[in-house]
């Protein structure tokens, strides 16, 4: 980190891996260090719905907390939709049937492996800090506030709520048994089963991301642009209001994706902002 500090290149390593939790689908995985160094602080990053840990700003991020010292996982939730070819929806029937039970069991799985040292041969990381993207934040909440093994937590624009549907969406699961939802980046129509709907009432009091982050106790760093409007400004201010731990950072004038596309071309002011805040946030991770 010193020498990131005077202004000296990093060289980041790379690799690409698999897991697979209990349930039997594949956890695909990008691991990032510093070259030559066993850092001893952990991120793990998660996207959020229609996302994948290949998309627009999530590779240049986890370059930029790998190039400051630490190891650096992110993957893909095991029924986002990716295939192998990992940059596009090759398994809609996959994307079908995820649920946020199934995405809370593989963070949790993700979480433990990284804790068991899985993607630094062995060597278990001192902390472990969390950061999840819109509805990936709202999901890293209820992973942190249930795993004592997280010891600090950063959102981007991250859902205060996950009961987004409209009242057409649930008469579609009600009378169907499926709803569907427009891509515009790739124009596919994307299904989604009966089963996400009947797993957030069945599992309401767990998937309540206000009252998971009343329990969150680590440092948390809530980041969100003023102008987003997928997730309005207003879900991050309850989040705030809702963590005893949390600070809240607005990024003015920025959007849901800080103005990144995919693909990225180049970086942009609001995602520089929400990266500085990032790395400063991780810098405090226990380090032995």
Known sequence: MACRDQGCPVTVRHERAETKPPHGDVIRVDVRHPAGADPESAVLVAHGFKGF?????????????????????SFNFSLNGIGPDLMGFTDLEAFGRNTLSRELEDFHWMVDRTLAGEWARGRRPASVGVLGHSRGGGTSVVTTAEHDGISALVTWAAVSTFDRWTPQQAEDWTSRGVTYI???????????????WEDLKANARRLDVLAAAARVRVPWLIVHGSEDATVPVAEAERLDEAGPTAELAVI???????????????????LEAAIAATLDQFRRLPRG
């Open 252 to 270: 003015e004038g920025s959007g849901h994706t800080f103005e990144a596309t995919h693909p990225m071309r180049e970086s942009t002011p609001g």
């Open 53 to 73: 840990k290949d998309w627009g700003f999530f590779p240049h991020l986890c370059e930029r907390l790998a190039e400051d010292g630490h190891l650096v996982v």
């Open 182 to 196: 427009a891509n515009a980046r790739t124009g596919q129509n994307m299904p989604l089963n009966r089963t996400l």
